[in-house]
Nanobody
Framework: VQLQASGGGLVQAGGSLRLSCAAS????????MGWYRQAPGKQRDLVAA???????NYDESVEGRFTISRDNVKNLVYLQMNSLEPEDAAVYYC?????????WGQGTQVTVSS
């Protein structure tokens, strides 16, 4: 399984970005897919996840600002990020879970200027 994340970049605080994760296999087969982020010197934390049934969960710091979605036809998972804050700056990673396996994509850098 290969996951390719894209869509990162530099944005001003209050702006928006949409991250995309392209999977080499049908995203519908994964139990869940998610986005994690890792800032310098910090651990990698869950930002948002979506299950194969479409259930979503978010870290409380992004609740109401970020939206995760999945396109089963295009085999893509998106993370729409609105009202970005400097604290959201990090490398964002796509993850897929198909128990008992976990797959990671390469990261995409998000930089937020204040």
């Amino acid at each position: 399984v290969q996951l390719q994340a894209s869509g990162g970049g530099l944005v001003q605080a209050g702006g928006s970005l949409r991250l995309s994760c392209a999977a080499s296999e049908s995203v519908a087969r994964f139990n869940s897919m998610g986005w994690y982020r890792q800032a310098p010197g910090k651990q990698r934390d869950l930002v948002a996840a979506i299950t194969s049934e479409g259930m979503t969960n978010y870290d409380e710091s992004v609740e109401g600002r970020f939206t995760i979605s999945r396109d089963n036809v295009k085999n893509l998972v998106y993370l729409q990020m609105n009202s970005l804050e400097p604290e959201d700056a990090a490398v964002y990673y796509c993850q897929a879970r198909s128990y008992p396996y976990v797959y990671w994509g390469q990261g995409t850098q998000v930089t937020v200027s204040s």
